[in-house]
Structures are given as C-alpha cells and as structure tokens.
C-alpha cells in the first residue's frame, strides 16, 4: 500500500528538510509512501488534492495558502489528514473550521514530526489493509 503525502511550503529549504524529516519515519510492515513537494501550491489541481493520504501545509503562503488548500480539500469532502506546518500558532483557531489533525511549529520540526506522523496515519481510513481499528497492525 502506498502513502501519498503532499507538503506544500514556498520555503524552498524548509521544504527539503521537512521532505527529508517525512522520508525516514517509520511505517507499517506492506506500506511504503510517496511524497510529493510543492512550493507553488496555486498549480494544485482538485483531481490532484484527492491523492493525497496526508498533507503537511504552511499555514502562510502568498498565492494560496495552506488554510486555502484545506478548505477546498473539505469542500471535496476528502478524508485527507492535514497537519498545518507554521511559524503562526495564533492561526491554530481557524483550524477547527477544516479539521486539522495537528499544528506543527516549524521550529520543533524534529521533536515533534515522528509522534505527529505516527498518529496520522493511525487516522488513515481503516480499508488500508495494514490498519485495524485500535491502530497499526502488528508484524
């Protein structure tokens, strides 16, 4: 089974080092993932949004920000797992109205990314065939 992750940031260096920081955590025993960077979230087609498994979106991004892409991934009533990625905490309310998973600072990238992963993709949709309802199936 393959993971589709987009992370959106139009910090370029940002960008490699949370795609470097997603590209070694764990996963379960069968699943592999599939990462797709984007530092020009406008370009984002719908057929493209539904995709994604889970994303991982800067918060503040000129053209189309992270909050925008959020609303149009709900608005397709997807079932994706958004984790905004920000300097901002203070946008963590308007949150709610696209059901974040989680808010990550981007300067507690590596404290924080392995505990916020794992329990993304315990939110994945349970017909992935390595989850079960109390979580990731054992080896």
Not at 60 to 79: K, N, P, Q, W, Y
């Amino acid at each position: 089974m393959k993971i589709n992750i987009l992370l959106c940031d139009d910090d370029k260096d940002f960008l490699q080092r949370i795609s470097d920081a997603v590209a070694g955590q764990p996963v379960p025993p069968g699943a592999s993932i599939c990462i797709t960077k984007s530092s020009n979230p406008a370009e984002i087609a719908d057929r493209q949004l539904s995709q994604y498994h889970i994303m991982f979106l800067d918060i503040d991004m000129d053209e189309r920000s992270g909050m925008d892409i959020a609303r149009r991934v709900r608005e397709l009533h997807l079932d994706t797992v958004i984790i905004f990625v920000t300097n901002y905490p203070e946008f963590s309310m308007e949150g709610y109205e696209v059901r974040a998973f989680r808010y990550l600072l981007k300067q507690e990238l590596e404290q924080k990314l392995p505990n916020y992963f794992r329990d993304a993709l315990a939110e994945l949709p349970l017909n992935l065939p390595f989850f079960h309802k109390s979580g990731l199936v054992p080896a």
